[in-house]
């Protein structure tokens, strides 16, 4: 079945478009109304495309500030082939300020490749997964903590079956020049836009870039920095790739017990910071009761050695929440 998304834009059209992909939308206050989805489009003739998304997830920032940017400042003379950009992928769950869509509830990372027939968050994932990514090269889906996560700034690319492929996301994630880099393993890879992009043979790159549901002057510049770098390396921008302060340090999370979960609720007590060395046994966190005072904290310990690559961000934890992930320095 089609897809009922349109686009304002003509993609067989050289220049830079600024338009939408309309997307119907029946509701209360607007029985045949429609969400506008911003895009912006830059060609110049044949050769390679990339596709840049940020707001997969409604409260990660640094995307949708890097390629609001890069809509504004790209110079169609200086690049050779398509670049598609949308800042606010998941455009509801944006406006919303929230990780899932506030319309259907769902995650767009979870729901690749989407469904033509199905509500609002699969009609976008299906629209990217048929429409947009065979147009396309590179993917680049630039990721942060949101409001329950805080990272250090990283790139990654995931291991792939096809070794020559996975040698070529590693090349763009390195190119990224983001902090740290990584291989990085996924608790849930099922649905992910990176599986269906890396599915369909796309070089494809994500990033960790903070959290906390805020951006940083920091993070916001080595976002820039990346989307700027990823199309010079992918042939797409005539430019030269702006250097980082440092060369990025190389993770690896292939040791087991990387990440933390919490077995309780209550109130957390970090007793260790980002970028962090630890040894297996060292005391990570405190969970406190939130029910009654005089009742011992639970404490946790580090079950491998390395870093605190990311943290659980709310001062209050679950049963089941993500706590730490702790990833080993290869490189330096």
Not at 126 to 138: K, W
Not at 226 to 246: E, T
Request: charged share 20%.
């Amino acid at each position: 079945m089609a897809n009922p998304i349109s686009a304002t834009i003509d993609f067989e059209r050289d220049g830079l478009q600024h338009g939408f992909l309309q997307i119907p939308h029946s509701r209360n206050d607007s029985a045949w109304g429609s969400i506008m989805l911003p895009i912006s489009y830059a060609r110049n003739g044949d050769g390679p495309g990339a596709i840049l998304t940020g707001a997969n997830h409604g409260d990660e920032y640094e995307g949708p500030i890097a390629l609001h940017h890069l809509a504004n400042s790209i110079d169609v003379d200086k690049i050779r082939g398509r670049v598609i950009i949308i800042p606010m992928m998941n455009y509801p769950a944006f406006q919303a300020a929230t990780r899932v869509s506030p319309i259907d509830q769902l995650n767009m990372n979870r729901i690749f490749p989407g469904d033509a027939t199905g509500s609002i968050t699969r009609l976008i994932a299906d629209y990217i997964t048929r429409s947009l990514l065979p147009m396309c090269d590179y993917v680049l889906d630039i990721h942060s903590g949101g409001k329950t996560l805080e990272f250090l700034p990283f790139a990654a690319y995931h291991e792939l079956e096809d070794e020559t492929q996975q040698s070529a996301c590693e090349a763009a994630t390195r190119a990224f020049e983001a902090p740290y880099y990584l291989s990085l393993i996924e608790i849930d890879a099922g649905g992910m836009y990176d599986t269906q992009a890396e599915a369909m043979g796309k070089v494809f790159v994500s990033t960790e870039l903070g959290g906390g549901g805020t951006s940083t002057r920091e993070t916001a510049e080595i976002a820039k920095r990346g989307v700027h770098n990823f199309l010079v390396h992918a042939g797409i921008l005539k430019d030269q790739p702006i250097a980082a302060d440092r060369p990025g340090v190389k993770l690896d999370m292939q040791q087991d017990n990387a990440y933390v979960f919490s077995e309780h609720n209550g109130l957390l007590e970090p007793c260790v910071g980002l970028g962090d060395p630890v040894q297996t046994g060292d005391l990570i966190a405190r969970v406190y009761s939130t029910e009654r005072t005089g009742v011992d904290p639970v404490e946790y310990h580090a079950k491998s050695d390395g870093i605190i690559m990311g943290r659980h961000f709310p001062s209050l934890i679950k049963i089941g929440d993500f706590m730490n992930v702790i990833a080993r320095i290869v490189q330096d």
